[in-house]
């Protein structure tokens, strides 16, 4: 049955209200039997920043969790310009194709610093969008990385419910957002492109250590044996780098997102990671990890939330503040008496 198909029957004056109204227990019905306008519904609770539409969320997800966690979970990052919404477009339909069901999200950075956003303004990945087997989610929008972080997780756990099979969580390479992406996801592809040939020397150590996958995008027409050579330098760099998964020696391959080539031999590897990892162990003691540390920073983002909306703290902040940026108090001195006022 289409989704729009009950909807689409009812007369316009009823639909907003009973669209607003909508049980809860229909919500988690439409989820889990892959309704994609439910979904998208229910992953507008969990982003939403009222505390009502907070509540519902979280009701919703107690339901659905012990439905989450049989996908494999993908972070892509790279340079804009790299080819990060190509290679998605590719790589997703050519999995669709196969049966799988794909979902893709995004930890856009800059929505959090500048309020504009980096990889949301243009139109991204309109074929892949319209494919039924897909759902393309842009990223949440508002409050600190913290927080998107926090939305991002939860949308994840709702597309898994909904029986998303591959999720693709993007990001762009400015740092932060990628060490978030990297402790929720699975598997971590670093895509990189050619450039003027220092672009080794300009790449962060710290990335590259988190990659399971460097894949070097555009090798088509001229740029192939660029692409290639540029492989076998990251190829060497790698041997000089901590595995980011232990027990997976990082590989270094190329790829044309735009003609489909070594679209495959990725998904192959990404095929021999699960393997290797699921019998190892390491897939899902990664995965208990990853739980572990979010509980803890939902805890540190709830209780610094707490902290700051404390009437008490919001009155005195601003005069303690100015008396440690002054010199006349340490800053020890004034967490003391802030927890002492935070405390009461
Ligand atoms: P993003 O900013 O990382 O999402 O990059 P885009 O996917 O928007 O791609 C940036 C530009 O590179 C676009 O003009 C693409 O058409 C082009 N591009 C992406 N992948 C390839 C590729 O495999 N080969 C070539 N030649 N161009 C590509």
């Given at each position: 049955?289409?989704d729009s198909?009950?909807?689409?029957?009812?007369?316009?004056?009823?639909?907003?209200?009973s669209?607003?109204?909508q049980?809860?227990?229909?919500?988690?019905?439409?989820?889990?039997s892959?309704?994609?306008?439910?979904?998208?519904?229910?992953?507008?609770?969990?982003?939403?920043?009222?505390?009502?539409?907070?509540?519902?969320?979280?009701?919703?997800?107690?339901?659905?969790?012990?439905?989450?966690?049989?996908?494999?979970?993908?972070?892509?990052?790279?340079?804009?310009?790299?080819?990060k919404s190509?290679?998605?477009?590719?790589?997703?339909?050519?999995?669709?194709?196969?049966g799988?069901?794909?979902?893709?999200?995004?930890?856009?950075?800059?929505?959090?610093?500048?309020?504009?956003s980096?990889?949301g303004?243009?139109?991204r990945?309109?074929?892949?969008?319209?494919?039924?087997?897909?759902?393309?989610?842009?990223?949440?929008?508002?409050g600190?990385?913290?927080?998107?972080?926090?939305k991002?997780?939860?949308?994840?756990?709702?597309?898994?419910?909904?029986?998303?099979?591959?999720?693709?969580?993007?990001?762009?390479?400015?740092?932060?957002?990628?060490?978030?992406?990297?402790?929720m996801?699975?598997?971590f592809?670093?895509?990189?492109?050619?450039?003027?040939?220092?672009?080794l020397?300009?790449?962060?150590?710290?990335?590259?250590?988190?990659?399971?996958l460097?894949?070097v995008?555009?090798?088509?027409?001229?740029?192939?044996?660029?692409?290639?050579?540029?492989?076998?330098e990251?190829?060497?760099?790698?041997?000089?780098?901590q595995?980011?998964?232990?027990?997976w020696?990082?590989?270094a391959?190329?790829?044309?997102?735009?003609?489909?080539?070594?679209?495959?031999?990725?998904?192959?590897?990404?095929?021999?990671?699960?393997?290797?990892?699921?019998?190892?162990?390491?897939?899902?003691?990664?995965?208990?990890?990853?739980t572990?540390?979010?509980?803890h920073?939902?805890?540190?983002?709830?209780?610094?939330?707490?902290?700051?909306?404390?009437?008490?703290?919001?009155?005195?902040?601003?005069?303690?503040?100015?008396?440690?940026?002054?010199?006349?108090?340490?800053?020890?001195?004034?967490?003391?008496?802030?927890?002492?006022?935070?405390?009461?």
């Amino acid at each position: 049955m289409p989704d729009s198909f009950n909807q689409g029957n009812k007369p316009k004056m009823f639909r907003k209200k009973s669209q607003a109204h909508q049980p809860i227990h229909e919500l988690i019905h439409g989820v889990k039997s892959g309704n994609r306008r439910d979904l998208a519904k229910a992953i507008t609770l969990i982003e939403s920043n009222s505390q009502e539409h907070f509540q519902r969320g979280q009701e919703l997800l107690k339901e659905l969790t012990p439905h989450t966690g049989n996908s494999i979970r993908i972070g892509i990052t790279g340079v804009p310009g790299a080819g990060k919404s190509t290679f998605i477009e590719t790589f997703g339909e050519s999995l669709c194709e196969q049966g799988y069901k794909v979902a893709v999200l995004a930890v856009d950075p800059s929505s959090t610093v500048t309020g504009g956003s980096i990889l949301g303004d243009k139109t991204r990945m309109e074929n892949l969008s319209r494919n039924p087997n897909a759902f393309v989610r842009p990223s949440p929008s508002g409050g600190v990385l913290g927080g998107v972080h926090r939305k991002t997780r939860e949308t994840m756990l709702l597309c898994e419910a909904a029986g998303y099979d591959v999720i693709l969580v993007e990001t762009v390479g400015v740092g932060q957002s990628e060490v978030i992406v990297r402790g929720m996801v699975d598997f971590f592809m670093l895509l990189v492109i050619t450039g003027a040939g220092d672009e080794l020397q300009g790449m962060k150590k710290g990335i590259m250590e988190l990659a399971d996958l460097i894949v070097v995008n555009k090798a088509d027409g001229d740029n192939l044996p660029a692409a290639e050579k540029t492989r076998r330098e990251y190829k060497g760099i790698l041997h000089f780098l901590q595995p980011a998964t232990k027990g997976w020696e990082t590989q270094a391959v190329t790829c044309s997102a735009l003609h489909g080539k070594g679209i495959g031999d990725i998904w192959e590897a990404i095929a021999d990671f699960q393997t290797a990892t699921k019998e190892s162990g390491v897939f899902s003691a990664r995965r208990k990890s990853q739980t572990k540390e979010w509980l803890h920073s939902m805890i540190a983002d709830r209780i610094l939330n707490s902290f700051f909306h404390d009437p008490d703290i919001k009155r005195n902040f601003p005069d303690i503040e100015a008396e440690v940026i002054s010199g006349r108090k340490t800053a020890s001195q004034a967490v003391e008496r802030l927890m002492e006022l935070y405390k009461k």
